[in-house]
């Protein structure tokens, strides 16, 4: 079981920047390979089936019905996007909806937060560069402000309930860590974003979508939640036999992982009521870094990478480096808080 399911992790790791094929049709692989891991594990069974139909409902119907809203109010939308970026200086603009988004996706859910992240990208003539690193720099800030309340994603739901927390338990935890992480990450985007002189702060008036185009970028994250759901379970024997009896410190680097896997299920996996806040902060801060290095790891990279067609490589090139950078800063932290 065990050499099976490392084939598995290398495949999803590795195929998707080697094979255009698979990068093209990266939701069926991705259902394809966590199939795969159910079966090699052994957890195959209906209540697991059952589970990976229900998980996907509520945020592909989130897609689908933000997708239409947004055709609706697309132009007064573009408009304040253009009067807003008219009065800051654009990269300032850009650092700030960075900042923003991160801060209220804890109250927006992170679904919402992706969302609007991607019609505001929609309407910027960005050049391809800067639209990228824009869209991860935002992602990262988005997976790690959500996290600060139970309803901002489900790794939080999951992590409140675990230990029997109040609601603002999560922001008294790891918000002194998490919140000058946004801030930075938007402050990285005043020096990481260089848009063409051509192209600064203009506005493009986009076509909009037809309802076919919204129905299957529905039907694609559909898809992709339910090969994260299907890829947590069957990884989970995996998991609990070698990750748990690890040290804080190596499980905050072994959580690197949650870049292909689903960091809400390798939460549930991981957290106990039984550990010291230390062990659940490392655990915490080293699945919400890692979740932004490749598309896999956190709903708002699935949304953005799919609406805008950002390709793993493209993603991986900038994503992992700023992720490996950040792990080893805030690995620093825990250390030196520890």
Known sequence: MIVGLAIIL????????????????????????????????GVWNYELVLKALKDPIHITLAVIFAGLIFNWVQKPFEKGIKRVSRILPFRLFLALIIIILGIVSSVITAIIAALVLVAIVTVLRLDR???????????????????LTPI??????????????DFFYLLRLIGPEVIPGIITFGMLATILIHPTQKNRGLIVKQKKESIGDILTRGYKVYLFVMALTFLGAGFEPFITRFLLVLHPYILYWINMISAVLDNATLAAAEISIEMNEKTVKSILLGLLISGGMLIPGNIPNIIAAGKLNIKSVEWARFGVPIGLIAMVIYFIVIVIAG
């Open 152 to 165: 901002g994603e489900p790794l939080s739901t999951i992590a409140t309930s675990k230990l029997n927390a």
């Open 129 to 147: 560069k800067s639209e990228v690193r824009f869209v991860i720099l935002a992602c990262y800030s988005i997976g790690m402000g959500a996290v």
């Open 10 to 41: 290398v495949f999803v790791l590795f195929l998707p920047f080697t094979i255009p094929y698979v990068e093209r049709n990266l939701e069926v692989f991705l259902f394809i390979m966590g199939i795969a891991s159910v079966v090699v594990s």
